[in-house]
DNA sequence: CTGAAAGCGCTAACAT
DNA sequence: ATGTTAGCGCTTTCAG
C-alpha cells in the first residue's frame, strides 16, 4: 500500500501512451491502434485497474447511477420489483441506489437529498406519497423541481406532475378477479384491505362496483371494508370484526393484497371455518407468499420482471432525451390456485 | 436550465467569499466568521444547493458509501438485515449501496466490481459465499486483496481471510431450543434443512448432537435431514419424504429457518396431523414469516436492529483506522408462539 | 480567519 | 490514430 494508486496515468506512462488513450481503451469512445490497445489492455489486467467512478462521473457528469426510493423492501412486493430493477439496470450498465422511506416524510426528504447528492442520473419513486390519491401539494411542487433536471419515474400517480408513470393496470386487474369469481358462482363478493386515499385501492373500489353493476349484482356496502394498513394484522382484525358483526358472511373475499389475505385466511381458521368450502379468498400481487399460504391463494400477479424493465428503461430513455411514454400499464395475470371454489356445482 | 449549474464557486463569488469558505461552512472543518457563514447559508438555501458527492468523494478520497452485498433481499431475513444496516449507515451519516448477488458467482463479482469503482469505503458481505464450510481458496484470496485497501465485515466465514466477522451465535441458539424442546419432554427430535457445507447449519448440527448427549438422549442419524436449498418448497418435499419413509416420526422437528419451517407445516397439515398436538415445530430466523405462519411459530430470533448497528459500526471503525473486534457474536433470543407443545403432561 | 492554488482521476474537445 | 490541455466541483495544504 505504500505504492501510488493506480491510475490511467500510471497506466498511460507504463504503456508508453497518453492518458486519453487508455481512456479510450477503457470506454471505447474512439479507435485506438491494436498494438496500443492491447498494451494497455494488459497493463489494466496486470494491475487490475478499474477506474474510479467518482472522478469519471464528475467529468462526464453521468453517474450512472438510477436511485430507486421504495417504501420498504421488507414487503415482498417491493423486494421483488426492486431486485428486478436492480436486473434491469445492471444488464444497461447502471447501478441502482436503493433506499427505504420507511413510509416516513423525512426519511424520504433525507434520502432524495442524497440521491441528489449522488447526482443519479435518473429517479425511480414507488409507494409513499406518489400512492395517494389526493397528491400533496407541496410534494408535487419538488419533484417538478427534481424532474426538472433529473427523468422522475414513479409507480402510482401524482397529479400536475412532470413524472413519468408506470403502473400496474389495477382496473383491469380487478376486471379480471371479479369476472372470475362471479363465472365461479360468486355474487356476495367482500373487498376488504385498504384505505380510500391510496391510489390503487380507490381504483379496485371503483371497478369492483362497476364489476357488480355490469353482472347486475347488488352493490353492499358493508361488504367494502377499510383497513388502515396492508399487513397481515390488518386483515386479521378486519375479518375477526366481520365475523363480530351480524354481517351476512360473503361467499368470496377479495384481499387488497397478499399480506392482508395471510391475515384474513388466519381469521378464517380461527373460527373453523374452510377455504375454499366455506369462503373463497383471492388477493392481489401473487408474491411469494400466495404460494406459501396454506391453502395456497388465487393472486392477480403482475409480470415483474417486465416491470423492472419498464421501469428502468423509462428511466434510461428519459435521461439520454429520449422521450419516453408519459404513461405505461403492467397488465396483470390471474394465478390460479387453491383458494376459490366454484360454488354452483 | 439554461443557468449556470450552482456549485460552490456560484455561492462563493455572489457572497463575495472564496470556494474555500464555502468548501469549510459545508464541512464544518473550519471556523469561519459569523457574518461570512450566515451570507454562505442564505445563498445556500437560496439556490437549494448541495454539493457534488463525486465531487467531493474524488477530492477527499471519501465516498461515504459502505457496499452491502447481500444473497437476495427477497428473502426476509437479508431484507430485515438490509434495513437495519442502511438504518445504521443513516445515522453515521453514510449510504449504503445494496446489491444482491443472487447465489450467483458472475453476479457476485460483477457487483463487487461495480462496488470497487464507486471506491466503497468498506463492504458488507453475506451469505453465499462466506458462508461456506469449506472457503473457496481463490476468493479467500480476492476478499484479502480488496481487504487490503477496503475494510471488509463477513455475516458468515471465510478461513484465512483479513476479514471482520459480525455473527450469529448459531451454537447458542441451538444449545437454547434445544434446551427448550427438551425441557418440554421432547425426545425425538429432528431437524430438517439446510446443507452441511454451509457453515451456519453445520454450526446448528454439531449443537445439536452435543445437546442431545448432554441429556443422554441416543442421536439418531435419520433425524438429521438434509436438503439443498432452504426454501419453502425444501421443506414441504423434506417432510414429505418422511412421512413416506418408514422413519418414526419425531415428536418435534426443527427447522433451519422459517422458510423451511413453513414448508414442513404446509407437509404436516397435508397428511391430516396437528400442530402442536401432534408435532412440534420451531425454526431459526423469526422473520415475520414465523408470526404470519399458522399456527404462530416459535423460532429463535435475533436482535436485527443491534446486528446492523454491530456491522455497520465494525466497517466504520476499521475505515476509520480504529481496530474493531476481528469476531463479534449477535446473542440469539427464543420466540415462543404456539407451534411447539409440552408433551409431558 | 481567509484566500490562492494545487490536486483528486477521469473525459472531452482540440490539435496534430 | 494519438497527444495536449482544460476542465468536472470539491477539499486541502500553505501562506498570510
Redesign the interface.
Known sequence: ?GKERVSIYRIAKEAGVSPATVSRVLTHSANVSDEKRIKVEELIQKY?F??????R??SSTQ?KIIGLLAP???N?FY??L??EC?RAA?ERGY??????S?NNMDMEE??L??M????VDALILMGGKVDEFVSDEEYVEKMN?IA??TPVVITGKLDGSDCYQVNIDEAQAMDILMEYLISNGHQNICIMGGRKNVNSTYVKRIRYRSSLRKYGIPFRPEYVVETQGYS?ESGLEAMNEMFDSKIELPSAIIAIND?TA??I??SI?QHSYRIPEDISVASFDNT??A??C?PRLTSMGYNYDKFGDALVETAIAALEGKSPLKLQFIPPELVIRESCRNIEQ
Open positions: 500500500m487490475d478499474s477506474p474510479n467512478a467518482m472522478a462521473g464528475l453517474s420498504d423492501i421488507r415482498p423486494a421483488t426492486a431486485v436492480e445492471s447501478i441502482l441506489l436503493l433506499s427505504n420507511m433525507y434520502h437529498q442524497k441528489f447528492e449522488q447526482r423541481q426538472d433536471s397481515v399480506f395471510l391475515g385466511v388466519q381458521r411469494f407468499i404460494d406459501a396454506t
